[in-house]
C-alpha cells in the first residue's frame, strides 16, 4: 500500500505567520519606548516631590537642592570632633560607642570616626595627653589616629 506524503507547507502564508512577522517589528519599538518611559519616572534625585520628569524640563538644569544632606556619619563626626574641643575625648569616645550601639548601620565608620578623633586629641592636647585617652573603642581606631597624627 503506497501512501501518499503531499501535504503542502503553506510558507509566508496563515495568519500565525503574519502576527509573528508584526510582532517582530512591533515588540522592539514597544520595549524600547516603554524602557524610556521608565527612565525618566524614575526618582534618580531621591525626591519624590519631583518623581515624574521630562527630559526636556528646563525647570531641573537650572534647579538647585534646596538642602544637601548630610550622611549620618559625617554629621556624628563634627558633633564628636566638637565635642571633643569643648570636653574631652573620653566623652566624645563615650558618646561615639554609644551612637554605633545605638545606630548599627554606624559600625562600619566608627574606625574612621575614632581615627579622625585621635588626630583631632594629638592637636588639641598633644600626643601624651591624647594617648591618656585611648580606649577600645572600635578596635584601638583612636589609639592609631594619635599615632597617625603623631608619628
Known sequence: ????????????????????????????????????????RVSWSGNSSHSVLAASDA???DAKPRSVRRAPQDVLRDKLLTELQEENPGVALTHLQQAVNDRPSLAGHCVSIARAL?????RV???????????????????TGVA???G
Request: with cysteine; net charge positive; proline share 6%.
Open 1 to 40: 500500500m503506497k501512501h501518499s506524503t503531499t501535504q503542502q507547507t503553506r510558507r509566508g502564508r496563515g495568519p500565525a505567520r503574519r502576527i509573528g512577522r508584526s510582532l517582530a517589528l512591533v515588540l522592539p519599538v514597544v520595549l524600547v519606548l516603554s524602557g524610556t518611559l521608565a527612565v525618566t
Open 59 to 61: 525647570s531641573v538644569s
Open 118 to 122: 585621635g588626630r583631632a586629641a594629638v
Open 125 to 143: 592636647y598633644g600626643p601624651t595627653r591624647a594617648q591618656s585617652y585611648a580606649r577600645p573603642v572600635c578596635d584601638t581606631a583612636f589609639a
Open 148 to 150: 597617625a597624627a603623631h
